[in-house]
């Protein structure tokens, strides 16, 4: 409806225009809201007050030349009012808010998913986690956030990889390889200390243990630099086939586990560090070679190659969005912690020096996720071996309430998790909610079927008999389903998802307390159906985009 009226909008400004009644020597932004009072209308606009200072006329005066520009030739519009100081009120007919039942019954699951993407390579790397210990609950809101991002941008038409950067190379490896040489040698016997900065917790000596078990005592009293690499890989190959099935369990797939050493092995760092010194996007200073991203809006240049000719984290990065680049993406879309966030606009400086518009790199930040234990936030800290994995999580309160409550905040704002409320068959339980919603409708649907009523077909219905205030409520809120799709998919936001099932679910549960939809009323109960079959079908879409079942039975 939106889409609709504000193209009703732009037809009148542009009459408007001809006859001279508004100069509108830019073309203005069209801005519509629901009111919070339903009294207000369907939809209201801010376009006159907009339009006051640049045309040098009253809002009221604005809006008027508007309004008495507007030709519904459709009949959508029931009434239009001018409010305020030059609000503009729209009523749409009921019956055209009905006919979104017959669209949502003729397209089915594919209502609401527009071709926005046109099949647009979209690469979405998330979780990224290093292989140096178990996920915990801040990578699994980040890969519920990636992957139900993914959902949505391939629903609307986006032609979408998803990836997973693992980062193999480094100091963090070391780390790895050296707590696990430790624990190893410490089995045998051997008092070999633990490092100071090592990886703690029970899985490292897991580690060992399947080392010790593949290699025996071979590498006892071996000089840690001269099996550092046997050690690393074993351990990192190990965090990641742990990581595999954690992810797997979460329902997250990738489509490619890239390496960063594969980047240093093949030469691709260098390369990619020839390619932006020959267009003089590095140049060097003092001993170290720099990236000259203040010519991109970085607030000062980077160093990529230290004076030792070691490299820094940026000269990887380098080489590693280069080549997603290559790969053919035109959107590349990073799903980082929040505190990545001052090194956003060194990486669209590198995305610049190729050659590539800055906003071909989109960067959805994820805030920390504080687990609550009988009330009580759990204290974690990775190193220390001290935190709540995915698993756990998983493991308490089940994948779908971890991936619906991961998603019932902005990604970059903070989440406190309550596992005891995850558990909760109540309101408050936001996934249960949703879900008992579906599986209400799925009970009332094997009740019409015991009691041989057909699934009502559009031809067989009256939606005039929709006439109380709860039904005319839920089917605006189906019909607002689009435009939720739509501005979640380009705004990189799939938590307006939950928000809008919330609201659909409350809007249902309401309904369904105060009025029974099977009665004695033949045409009344069909037609009660058909609203209820396709409300099943938009809960269906939304949970299957955020990654979440819709169960048949709770």
């Known amino acids: 409806m939106k889409q609709t009226l504000t ?41 006159a007050l907009t339009l006051a200072k640049p ?122 390889a050296l707590s696990v040489y430790a624990k190893y040698q410490q089995s045998f016997g051997n008092d070999f200390p633990f490092p100071e900065d090592g990886y703690h917790g029970s899985y490292i000596e897991e580690i060992a243990q399947g080392f010790s078990k593949v290699h025996a005592d071979k590498f006892l009293n071996v000089p840690f630099e001269e099996c550092e690499s046997q050690f690393g890989d074993y351990g990192k190959d190990a965090m990641l086939a742990d990581i595999r099935t954690d992810l797997e369990a979460f329902g997250v797939r990738f489509d490619t586990w890239f390496s960063e050493a594969t980047l240093l ?96 790199l989109h960067v959805v930040l994820v805030q920390l996720v504080a687990i609550l234990r009988n009330g009580q936030p759990v204290p974690m800290s990775k190193r220390a071996g001290t935190f709540v994995t995915l698993r756990d999580v998983i493991q ?34 936001p996934v249960y909610y949703v879900q008992y919603a579906h599986a209400r409708l799925s009970s009332l649907f094997r009740e019409a079927e015991a009691r041989k009523l057909a699934v009502p077909k559009r031809e067989d219905v009256d939606l005039a008999l929709l006439d109380l205030e709860e039904e005319q409520n839920i089917i605006k809120m189906l019909a607002k389903y689009p435009e939720v799709i739509e501005e979640a998919a380009l705004s990189y936001e799939p938590h307006r998802l939950t928000f809008y099932l919330q609201d659909l679910a409350g809007l249902l549960h309401n309904y369904y307390f105060k009025h029974r939809v099977i009665t004695e009323d033949t045409a009344r109960t069909t037609v009660k159906l058909f609203l209820m079959k396709q409300v099943k079908t938009v809960i269906q879409s939304a949970l299957k985009i955020l990654g979440v079942s819709a169960p048949e039975r709770m």
């Open 396 to 429: 308490d309160v089940g994948g779908d309430a971890a991936r619906y409550i991961f998603l019932t905040r902005r990604s970059d704002s903070h989440l406190d998790f309550d596992l005891d409320i995850a558990k909760e068959q109540s309101r408050e339980n």
């Open 7 to 47: 193209e009703i909008l732009l037809q009148a400004l542009s009459r408007a225009k001809e006859k001279g009644e508004l100069k509108l020597e830019t073309q203005p932004a069209i801005t519509l809201d629901t009111p919070r009072d339903k009294s207000h209308g369907d939809l209201a606009t801010t376009l």
């Open 265 to 360: 092995a093949d030469g691709s760092v260098q390369k990619s560090l020839a390619e932006l010194t020959a267009s003089r996007n590095l140049y060097e200073q003092d001993g170290a070679l720099w990236l000259r991203s203040t010519a991109y809006g970085d607030d000062k240049d980077r160093v990529v190659v230290k004076k030792d000719k070691s490299y820094t984290y940026l000269a990887t990065d380098i080489a590693y969005h280069r080549n997603k680049l290559a790969r053919g993406f035109t959107t590349l879309v990073n799903i980082w912690g929040a505190d990545h966030h001052g090194y956003i606009p060194r990486v669209q400086a590198v995305i610049q020096a190729f050659g590539h518009p800055k906003d071909s």
């Open 55 to 176: 045309e040098a006329k009253a809002p009221r005066k604005i809006a008027e030349i508007i309004v008495g520009n507007i030709q519904d030739e459709d009949g959508i519009i029931e009434k239009i009012e001018i409010a305020g100081p030059g609000f503009i009120n729209f009523v749409f007919r009921q019956d055209r808010w009905k006919k979104t039942l017959f669209e949502i019954d003729a397209e089915g699951p594919a209502y609401g998913l527009l071709n926005i993407g046109k099949g647009e390579k979209v690469l979405v790397e998330f979780v990224s986690a290093n292989p140096t210990g178990p996920l915990h609950v801040g990578h699994g809101r980040g890969a519920a956030v990636g992957d139900a991002l993914a959902n949505l941008l391939s629903a609307v038409g986006y032609d979408v990889s998803r990836e997973f950067y693992i980062n193999d190379a480094g100091r963090q490896i070391r780390l790895l």
